[in-house]
């Protein structure tokens, strides 16, 4: 992770100014996010899905452009304090006993601390920090009732409560999409927030989710392992006849087009540790913080990179 952003800041346009310091800041986290991430092989685009539907919710609710671009980018980060948790609780293939979960619940507050010291932590410590809390005060890290969630974590509970439940899990299938959209129903103005559910679900039964469901980026499919069932990554540099790797049995796969539909062909080799360790998809991460700052005014940039 270090030498990814050493390159990254390497590769900075200069003169250095606040825009460029902020673009550089903003890659600190997102790699950071990224490698959590990584951690899970069963999870693979879910930091991408999430912020591409709060995204689309946020637009659909009227926010404007910097709020947009305020909510996609804690959509990204929103699962950073998992960077304290375990591997052996994030990547358990059963029911997660009281003590683990209670572990689990660490993970906004770890994070929130996490950001606390950072310049442009402010922007999305709302969306890092209380994205599990819930209108019936049923939530955590604090318990807060409606009034008192920002809407940044308001939509992104949504969005990655969504995320979780049509994604594979090493405990269970994605769960069908009619089942997912009849459980937010139920539980708009209890769970989620009534307002930012109503636009989730309008945009969901309009389809305009449908692209982004079971993808890492625009355009590319989530690739499932063919010997051991876990998520196969393919990041937004890759090519036909790439080769790619599961990360739990380790098995090489080729990367196939054929009609603009990607797949993947086992090569019935194994690869040596070296070739499947995780790396940051430098693409995304850049195109993503151009897009963010493009649309964040410079005076919240000034404010927070001082």
Known sequence: MLRWFQQYHAQRALPDDTGQLSKDLLASLMVMAWFVEAKDPYTGGHLWRVSRYANLVSKAGGLPAPDVARVTLG??????????????ILNKTGKLDESEFEIIQTHPAAGGRMLAGHPLGHLVAAAVELHHERPDGRGYPHGLSASM????????GICDAFDAMTSLRPYRKPMPLEKVLAILRAEAGKQFNQFWCNHFLALAEQGELDAIMGHSDDGIPLHICPH??????QQSENKAGDLLACGVCHSEMMLCEQDKHWSVKPTGKKVAPAAWQPKADNVLIKRMIEDSISHIPMEQLIRFSR
């Open 75 to 88: 959509g990204f980060l929103h699962d950073l304090g998992k960077v304290a948790i375990p591997d052996a």
């Open 149 to 156: 969630i920002p809407i940044d974590a308001a939509i992104i």
């Open 228 to 233: 051991c069932g876990p998520t196969v990554l």
